[in-house]
């Protein structure tokens, strides 16, 4: 009996960065929310230390960023719409949404830590917008600006045009810059 073969791994289908920053969080949301969210301590945190990934309340608004990059790219997977290739080659104005989702999921996730109540996220418009979002996402429909791919059996090949079918006035007109077909001289 032959052994059984291993199992094959699947392969990541993520992200290594997050598609936001923590300055363009802080920008989107007001960052006091975020700090009173963030911070374990007594005291408000400062915006410098939210985008600072080396301290306590920035690494900590870094992984948010990154759980919310994740989340995107579950709900994208379960909808079957977008691969992680399409949402990085995002730019311009489909670009800057995918950053306001990222940083709705991330402020979503981050009063998540607090156990805020249902109507202060209301009350958060970014927050309530990336759900809505998610949501269109996980039920497969086009929320990015990409252009649809169209399979190889649904496209028709063009036909070419001959030079006879034009009448041959191609050739005869640049006889006179590269020499005279079939007659040797070229």
Avoid: H
Avoid at 11 to 29: C, K, N
Avoid at 115 to 137: D, F, G, M, Q, Y
Avoid at 163 to 176: D, L
């Amino acid at each position: 009996m032959w052994p059984q073969p291993l199992p094959v791994p699947l392969t990541p289908w993520t992200s290594a960065t997050a598609f936001a920053s923590a300055r363009q969080l802080t920008t989107l949301v007001d960052w006091r929310v975020i700090a009173d969210c963030v911070a374990d301590t007594p005291g408000r945190v400062s915006r410098r230390a939210l985008r600072d990934s080396t301290s306590l309340p920035g690494s900590t608004v870094a992984q948010l960023l990154l759980q919310a990059t994740g989340t995107i790219l579950r709900y994208a997977q379960t909808g079957g719409k977008y691969q992680p290739a399409d949402l990085l080659a995002l730019t311009g104005a489909s670009q800057a949404d995918l950053v306001g989702l990222t940083c709705g999921t991330a402020l979503l996730l981050c009063v998540g830590r607090r156990n805020v109540t249902a109507e202060i996220v209301k009350r958060l418009p970014l927050a309530a917008e990336a759900k809505e979002t998610l949501e269109r996402i996980r039920k497969g429909e086009m929320v990015f600006g990409l252009l649809e791919a169209t399979q190889t059996s649904s496209m028709e090949a063009t036909p070419l045009i001959s030079n006879e079918q034009i009448g041959g006035r191609t050739v005869r007109r640049a006889e006179r810059f590269f020499g005279y077909r079939d007659r040797g001289d070229c």
